[in-house]
C-alpha cells in the first residue's frame, strides 16, 4: 500500500447524515483496501463556533461509533480524534506562518459561518490551515470529500507548494477524491445537506417512520404543483438523492414518469423511503451493537491515536529541521 488516505469529520450533530455517509465514510471504504487509511474525528475544528463540551464529547464518541458501523475495520484503518494527536496543531502554527491572511478571509466556510454565527474566532479564520495540517502530517495523497471542501483541498495544496518551495521538497499535493454522493441536497433544497445548518437531513439515526416522515416534507421540482404537472427530475432534490440509491433501471423510469406526469412526487418519495430504509438496516443494527459498548470505541480510538502519532511526530521533527527550529 504505497499511497495515503485521510480524511476527517467533523462531531458537530447527534448523528451523521446520509450526504456524510455517500460521499466520506463510503469514500474510505472503498480504499481501505487499497489505501493505508487515516479517518480523524476533527473536534479541534468543531470548538471553532459556538458549542458545548458535554455534547461535543457526546457527539465524538457517536460520530467515531457510526464509522465503525458503517463498515470501518479498525484494523485496516487508523481512526483517532484530532485533539488526541496535538502536533497536527503545531503543524498549523508552523504552515500559517507561510500563508497570508487574505487567503484565509476567502475560503467558503469562513464566509459562511462568519455570516451565519455573526461574528468569527481566530480559530475560524486558521480552520483551512488546521484541516491542511491534518493531511500533510501523514503525507496524504487522497483525501475523500464532497464538493464543497474543494477550496479546502487546493489551499492544502497549495500550502504544501508553498513550504516545498521555501525549505525543500517535502510534502505531496494532496489531491482531492469526489465521489457519487459528494453533493446531497438538502431535503428543504437550500443548498447540502448539513449536520450544523439543520436544514432538512436524513441521519443515519432515524428510524423508517422517520425517513419516511422527512422525505414526505421534502420540497420537488416547483413546476409540480399539481399531481398532473410535468416536472424536470434535475431540478428535484429528491431526485438527486435518488441517483445515489435507487438501481438505474428504477431511475430511468422515475425520470421519464416525472417528465411525463406519469408518477406523482408521493410515490416517487415513497420508494426513495424504501431504498434508504433497505440501505441503512444493517448500519443500524451495528450502530446498536456499538452504542452498548461505548468503552470498546473508546479502546480503537485511544490505539488510533497511539499508532498516528510517531507518524505526526516524524513528520513535524523534519518540518522543524528545514524550518531551522531544530
Known amino acids: 500500500m504505497g499511497k495515503r488516505m485521510f480524511t476527517g469529520l467533523q462531531p458537530s450533530g447527534q448523528s451523521l447524515h446520509i450526504g456524510n455517509y455517500l460521499s466520506a465514510i463510503k469514500g474510505v471504504l472503498a480504499l481501505q483496501d487499497t489505501h493505508e487509511c487515516i479517518l480523524c474525528v476533527v473536534d479541534y475544528h468543531a470548538i471553532t ?33 484530532q485533539s488526541d494527536v496535538p502536533e497536527h496543531t503545531e503543524l498549523a502554527w508552523l504552515m500559517g506562518c507561510l500563508m497570508p491572511v487574505p487567503k484565509f478571509e476567502q475560503l467558503p466556510t469562513y464566509k459562511d459561518k462568519r455570516a451565519r454565527y455573526g461574528t468569527a474566532s481566530f480559530g475560524l479564520l486558521a480552520y483551512p490551515i488546521l484541516m491542511a495540517a491534518d493531511i500533510l502530517i501523514y503525507k496524504a495523497h487522497t483525501v475523500p470529500v464532497g464538493r464543497d471542501q474543494l477550496p479546502h483541498i487546493e489551499f492544502a495544496r497549495e500550502v504544501a507548494r508553498k513550504f ?134 473508546r479502546e480503537i480510538l485511544a490505539q488510533g491515536a497511539a499508532t498516528a502519532r510517531p507518524r505526526a511526530r516524524e513528520t513535524l521533527s523534519e518540518v522543524r529541521q528545514r524550518m531551522g527550529l531544530d
Not at 464529547?57 to 460520530?63: A, G, K, Q
Not at 443548498?191 to 441521519?203: L, P, Q, R, T, V
Open 49 to 81: 463556533v459556538p458549542y458545548d463540551p458535554n455534547v461535543l464529547r457526546r457527539f465524538t464518541l457517536n460520530i467515531a461509533t457510526e464509522y465503525l458501523a458503517a463498515g470501518v475495520d479498525p484494523e485496516r484503518v487508523t481512526m483517532m480524534v
Open 164 to 297: 516545498n518551495h521555501t525549505f525543500g521538497e517535502t510534502f505531496p499535493e494532496p489531491e482531492a477524491r469526489i465521489n457519487a454522493g459528494a453533493y446531497i441536497p438538502s431535503l428543504d433544497g437550500k443548498g447540502a445537506m448539513s449536520k450544523s445548518a439543520k436544514n432538512g437531513s436524513i441521519d443515519l439515526s432515524d428510524t423508517a417512520n422517520t425517513v419516511q416522515d422527512k422525505l414526505a416534507r421534502a420540497v420537488t421540482d416547483p413546476a409540480r404543483v399539481r399531481r398532473t404537472d410535468p416536472g424536470e427530475p434535475h431540478n428535484c432534490p429528491v431526485y438527486a438523492i435518488h441517483v445515489c440509491y435507487t438501481p438505474q433501471g428504477m431511475l430511468a423510469q422515475l425520470a421519464q414518469g416525472c417528465r411525463e406526469a406519469a408518477i406523482g412526487c408521493l410515490e416517487c418519495k415513497r420508494i426513495l423511503a424504501q431504498e434508504i430504509i433497505s440501505d441503512l438496516a444493517p448500519l443500524q443494527a451495528r450502530r446498536r451493537e456499538l452504542l452498548a459498548r461505548p468503552q470498546r470505541v
